[in-house]
């Protein structure tokens, strides 16, 4: 018996000094996780605001390059209509070149009819060879004869020297308005060239403003990476300590039984964390495969669209362009509207304004997204479900499947 209280008084003592101990375990894991948690609240509004930003400088990334793709195809529209314009001048000077002839053929006719007259009149009277030829009549019948003739030549040479001088005169008119349009022409397509650099100067800015704020976003999720792992390495040991200290009272006041059941419910535990652990990676796993590209099914002139647009992944962008060596946002869009039989206009503003708005809540494969306003869009993508939308981004990227959470459309469209 008082073998018995000694050891009871023995082990209430050991627990009384060791409950000091316990406690600071407790109190030191418990600020520890305090602190990993706040700096994780201000990780993360902190990345939130610079999402933000993110998003809007890609917004202005994407406008930008969507005005200096527009101002391309304005240059290749205006040097196309400025090769016409040239092609007309020269057709309307080989027609000058040929109404001068004409011109020429008409007096020299008109000469060899006046010596034609001369050799057929006598003696000069009037000094005018019409008159003449009119004088020198045998008889009345002649006179007669000879006056009409006249009459008819003059009238008739009348006509022909008229007609070639105003066909003369209109060309030369027409010519001068081709010039004139011709020097507007190449003044404007200066001007869209100058614009044109303009816009590279303000993108080039942009992009590296994005650069910059891509680059905050990343650290700060290195750094939440890092508070993370903090948190849960204090988790950890706040956890290991709570049981040691369980362990160790009930190791002072329990018999082998109960410490054999308390092992067996700390083996328990652990296997409960193993399976919560794999299931986490389970799910972690069927996340990133959702990321895979798949062929985009559903009904709608938008499926085949989506599909041929698939087809380009990998793409580079090229301002203005509308083929597979390189596209640009409606550029992409348009080329595989074309492959699937379908005619769109050439521009994102044009394009925003076609078929019937549809939510982002409701989207369907084969929906038209877009940036900016409906008749103003700066940038156009196609939705392939999943939170997916197929785009050519910007220079320096490819053509690539993005979620719609990470950069998100204005308005749809279901065409």
């Known amino acids: 018996m008082k073998k018995l209280t000694k050891q009871l008084f023995v082990g209430a003592a050991v627990v009384i000094m060791a409950s000091p101990v316990f406690a600071g375990v407790h109190q030191v894991s418990a600020d520890t996780i305090s602190d990993a948690k706040s700096a994780i609240s201000d990780n993360k509004s902190s990345a939130s605001k610079l999402l ?37 001048i020269s057709n309307i000077d080989g027609e000058i070149v040929t109404a001068k002839k004409e011109l020429a053929n008409r007096k020299s006719v008109l000469r060899e009819q006046l010596i034609e007259l001369q050799k057929q009149s ?21 006179l007669v004869s000879r006056s009409m003739a006249v009459n008819k030549i003059n009238g008739a040479n009348k006509e022909a020297m ?35 650099a303009s816009l590279d100067s303000k993108k080039a800015a942009a992009e590296t403003a994005q650069k910059e704020l891509q680059d905050k976003v990343d650290a700060n999720k290195a750094e939440l990476e890092t508070l993370q792992a903090q948190l849960d390495s204090a ?28 092992s067996s419910s700390v083996s328990s535990q652990s296997n409960n964390a193993s399976a919560s652990s794999s299931q986490a990676n389970t799910s972690s796993a069927a996340n990133n495969n959702s990321s895979s590209s798949t062929t ?75 940036w900016g306003g409906v008749g103003s869009a700066y940038h156009v993508g196609i939705y392939v479900g999943g939170g997916r939308y197929i785009h050519a981004p910007q220079p320096g990227q490819n053509v690539t499947y993005q979620s719609i959470s990470a950069w998100s459309p204005s308005f749809a469209r279901r065409i």
Not at 60 to 80: E, F, G, M, P, W
Not at 122 to 142: A, E, K, R
Not at 247 to 260: C, E, G, I, V
């Open 235 to 262: 988790t950890s040991r706040a956890a290991a300590a709570a049981l040691a200290a369980e362990t160790a009272a009930k190791q002072t006041t329990t018999t082998q039984a109960a410490n054999t059941a308390s």
């Open 162 to 196: 008229a007609a070639v001088t105003e066909s003369k005169e209109k060309l030369a008119d027409l010519k001068a308005d081709q010039v004139n349009k011709k020097d507007q022409l190449v003044a404007d397509q200066a001007k869209l060239v100058a614009d044109k």
């Open 296 to 370: 985009v099914t559903g009904t709608g002139r938008g499926v085949a669209i989506a599909n041929n647009a698939a087809k380009y992944i990998g793409t580079p962008y090229v301002y203005g362009g509308s083929t597979p060596a390189g596209f640009d946002c409606s550029g992409l869009i348009w080329y595989s509207a074309k492959q699937a039989g379908i005619s769109l206009p050439r521009t994102s503003q044009a394009m925003s304004t076609l078929g019937s708005s549809v939510s982002l809540s409701s989207l369907q494969a084969g929906d038209l997204v877009f």
């Open 52 to 88: 933000a930003q993110l998003n809007e400088q890609q917004n202005q990334v994407a406008k930008l390059s969507n005005d200096v793709s527009n101002k391309i195809v304005a240059i290749n529209d205006t040097q196309s209509n400025i090769d016409d314009t040239q092609a007309k």
């Open 122 to 142: 006598t003696n000069s009277v009037s000094g005018n060879v019409y008159v003449d030829f009119v004088l020198s009549s045998d008889n009345f019948t002649d």
